[in-house]
């Protein structure tokens, strides 16, 4: 019986010196935009890189983004211009919603999803677990 009574105490040992776990296990991270105004226009300066984050076509991003904050686009380079002045809150909220809407699987909340087009039905199908939902 001792030696039992020691071994849990080594395990206890063991697990109590083991460092603390520093991620929560949720791998993805909401990213943000990096932007400047210049005179009445928004640069958002890491564009290419959320789009690659999220793994979306800069252009359809491009095109959310003109849509619902009815403002002209234009993308240069790593950079999308917008033709108005707008708030770092406004644009990411925007991009949040995006990304709920187009990249997170409605099943398992995963981002590890794509969009394939059938003719006029585009769907979001995710690589994890295989869920398809059509999206407007």
Known sequence: MSSDKNYEQLLDDVYSNLPKRAM????FEMP?????T????????NFKA???????DPQFISKYLSKELAVPVEIKTERLIL???LTGDI???KLEELVLKYVM??????PDTHIEESGRIRNIICESCGARAAIR
């Open 105 to 110: 699987c409605k099943e398992c909340k995963r």
């Open 50 to 56: 959320v789009a690659e984050k999220i793994r979306r």
């Open 32 to 36: 943000k935009f990096e932007y400047f």
């Open 83 to 85: 033709q108005r002045r």
């Open 38 to 45: 210049e005179g009445n226009k928004t640069i958002i300066k």
């Open 24 to 27: 929560s296990g949720e791998r």
């Open 91 to 93: 644009l990411n909220k």
